[in-house]
């Protein structure tokens, strides 16, 4: 595609559900990236995908979120039983490759956890 | 492990007027890349400028340019002739090259953000 799609661009859910968070990324970008941004805050890194495989998952917040990567296109991010503070914007980029080339970001999924 | 600080959480500009943003950053590596991202109230980040560590010229595009002092470990940004379309976050992001090694290499860490308002 022309730039990154994300969806949906906002997701209301109680606390307790799950959510799928899915991104597209730039047609030809081997690298994908999710961050998450709480309001007022900086971006906190989640996790990357070089094609198809996440060499570092280590900044996942917990057991509840998960990600994946299939066809080394579109990646979908999981949150299981949802709390309060998962609210925030999650935001994913991708680049020609991993630590090459400028990130492209969308325009992000704005989840409210109520 | 890197850090990026930008301690402005607020900064205002009258249009037509200039502006600094602060960065500074923390890191043991002596190649790496700095980046200024911009965020608008449509979320969506785009990279106003960059510069590589090894480059000892100051990066410029248009009416963005940095201030690099390497030894400082400081990186900021100026915006010259401030427009209304300049408002919006700033994000300071720091990036080791890919083949230094490690998966956390490459990885882009980002500062805080200093939200920008320009008054006309």
């Known amino acids: 595609g022309a730039g990154v799609s994300q969806s949906p661009s906002n997701k209301v859910t109680e606390k307790g559900k799950d959510v799928e968070l899915r991104c597209d990324p730039i047609s030809g970008h081997t690298a994908l990236y999710w961050y998450r941004q709480s309001l007022g805050q900086g971006l906190e890194f989640l996790i990357y995908f070089q094609g198809n495989s996440a060499p570092d998952k280590s900044g996942l917040p917990s057991d509840r979120f998960s990600a994946e990567r299939t066809g080394g296109s579109v990646s979908t991010l999981t949150i299981q039983r949802t709390q309060q503070e998962d609210s925030a914007v999650y935001l994913c980029a991708s680049s020609l490759a991993w630590g090459v080339g400028e990130l492209f970001f969308g325009e992000g999924s704005r989840l409210t956890v109520l | 492990a890197q850090t990026v600080t930008q301690s402005q959480p607020e900064m205002s500009v009258q249009e037509a007027e200039t502006v600094t943003l602060s960065c500074t950053y923390d890191t043991s590596e002596s190649d790496y890349y700095l980046f200024w991202y911009k965020q608008p109230p449509s979320r969506q980040m785009i990279l106003v400028i960059r510069?590589?560590?090894?480059?000892?010229q100051n990066a410029t595009e248009n009416r963005f340019s940095v201030n690099f002092q390497k030894a400082a470990k400081s990186f900021s940004l100026k915006i010259s002739d401030s427009q209304l379309g300049d408002a919006a976050m700033y994000f300071c992001a720091y990036r080791t090259p890919s083949l230094a090694g490690g998966t956390s290499y490459g990885k882009l860490t980002f500062g805080q953000g200093t939200i920008l308002t320009v008054h006309p």
């Open positions: 510069q590589e560590a090894y480059k000892q």
